[in-house]
């Protein structure tokens, strides 16, 4: 790994900011960013407060849906002690489609906090949560840059990656012991999507290894409440990444390959005008980020699932143009991105509320998703459900997933082929979720192959 090296006490760093103001910019990051709101989301939650009970019973155990089903019997949009919240599946789709609201959770703007806040960025790393990534900006940067970039992550880009992605997955497969415990989740589920990532990046093989250690310790960045350990090593992944990435972009400009990365570095937008170079590392930031927890998680939720409820195995099996619809009930029942944020920009009305300025909506996707009116007896999984990709599983409106249809095809071709060769696969005790509270998934599963 290309290592950063820490600046002595008195030699200022690149930025200006000398040891001391670095560490001081980065616990108050940590503070504003995790620490503050993690300890008010659990005073509210021993207050009663559903919104953050909700938030801190996601660790570690199963989605609480039954308290979003609470929130929503309370009407479309709830009031909670820590934003307005939503899990009915028409006002998230309204709040997600809104021109009043911008993505993510603001302090900038908010007086002193705002500054403090401010100042505590100004030697952040690159993050795939902060401008100019796409999940930060909105138009008409945001429409842009998101234009240019669906320039080259066409349906037939992952098309052609799906042959790919099958020889992967085979391959991984293929190096599966048998008769001994796997965990399917180091094996499998976390090796396919970063391979396919690989691919869309040009990342050499040797260097293979490099980006998933990248992608497994930036990943948490896109969680809340994160401990001060934490918080310092995923930043320190993320310098890391962009280092790498600095010469890995230099790379594919001056020789650029096949890849979706060098195609993206070569891209101009309708005036002529390519990426800049700050664009491009965060829209590759952001594809590893993205791309990686998420679909690690589908993959494994989807086998839990699959073994939780085996008669909708055997349905699969039985047909192979089931896959799809697995996939779409998979997303749906156990959403990998519990849920995200937006920041109001001026005085609105959601679903008939009146809502002001500056207040933060949260939108509960794992919510929306056993909405009632949309999907009928919601807690119940079933392959064959014709409403089921109605899920807002990958966001809505102008920031719905750029890389769904990639994910789509990834879970599909990772599950159908497990499962094929596999036909009665069994879990072992032992099968853990992750701890993180956004990203849902499992760190373990394990199991026996015969
Ligand atoms: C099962 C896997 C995935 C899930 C559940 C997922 C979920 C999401 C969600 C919920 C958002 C929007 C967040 C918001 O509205 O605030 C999003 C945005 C995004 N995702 Fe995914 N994602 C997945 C896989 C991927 C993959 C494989 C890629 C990479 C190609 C990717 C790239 C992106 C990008 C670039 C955005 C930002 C789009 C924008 O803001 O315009 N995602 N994703």
Known sequence: MTGTTTPARTEPSPDGVGRLGRGARFATRWGLGHAVPWTAIRMQARGGDL????????TGSETPVELFDEIRAGGPLHRSRLSFVTAHHATVKEVLASPDVRAGVELRGRGRLGRMSDWAQATAPMSPIKP???LAIEPPDHTRLRRLVTR??????????EARTEQIADQLLDELPRG?????????CARLPVLVICEILGVPESETELVRAFGAGAAPSLDVGLGVTELARVEHSLRDFDAWLT???ARARLQPGEDLLSQLAVATDDDGAPLTDAELKNTAGLVLAAG????????GNGIALLAQHRDQRALALADEQRWGGVVEEVLRYDPPVLLTGRTVVRDTSVASVPVPRGAVVTVLLAGANRDPDVFADPHR????RPEAHEHVSFSAGRHYCLGAALARMEGRVALQRLHERHPDLRLRPGAERRPTRILRGYRT???SLT
């Open 381 to 384: 999984f079933d392959i064959a």
């Open 51 to 58: 919104h953050a009970a909700a938030l801190v019973r996601s």
């Open 445 to 447: 599963l394990p199991a």
């Open 292 to 299: 990686f927890e998420t679909t690690v998680n589908l993959i």
């Open 132 to 134: 100019p990534s796409l």
């Open 152 to 161: 080259v992550f066409t349906a037939r880009a992952v098309q052609r990656l």
């Open 247 to 249: 010469q890995h972009l």
């Open 180 to 188: 001994e415990p796997v965990d399917l989740v180091e094996r499998y």
